[in-house]
């Protein structure tokens, strides 16, 4: 069984940075595109950034230039490293990861609980 965690999150004042960690864990086979969505309160889950197992990444508008999303691969790991934080990114982040897990090897979509981002005025 696939397991997907994240953590990292907090809270900060505006203009600060915050570095998030989603690690993806179990009998994986290959852990193929991963991706950072938020909700904040009230508002539907959005995307803010998606990395290929090759490296190519995709943002958001509205955080292009102040994230930076990676991965290590050997780790099975993704980071999103937050830098001139407003409080508009208060929202609970979640990790997406398409795995291919044993026996199968069928690539399913997990997602983690989420971890919190506060950013105070």
């Known amino acids: 069984q696939v397991r997907v965690e994240e953590s990292g999150g907090g809270l900060v004042q505006a203009g600060g940075s915050l570095r998030l960690s989603c690690t993806a864990s179990?009998?994986?086979?290959?852990?193929?595109?991963m991706g950072w969505y938020r909700q904040a309160p009230g508002k539907q889950r959005e995307l803010v950034a998606t990395?290929?197992?090759?490296?190519?990444?995709n943002y958001a508008d509205s955080v292009k230039g102040r994230f930076t999303i990676s991965r290590d691969n050997a780790k099975n790991t993704m980071y999103l490293q937050m830098n001139s934080l407003n409080p508009e990114d208060t929202a609970l982040y979640h990790c997406?990861?398409?795995?291919?897990?044993?026996?199968?090897?069928?690539?399913?979509?997990?997602w983690g609980q989420g971890t919190q981002v506060t950013v105070s005025s």
């Open positions: 997406n990861a398409r795995v291919r897990a044993y026996p199968d090897l069928v690539e399913y979509e997990h």
């Open positions: 990395i290929t197992r090759g490296g190519v990444t």
């Open positions: 179990g009998r994986i086979f290959s852990c193929n595109a």
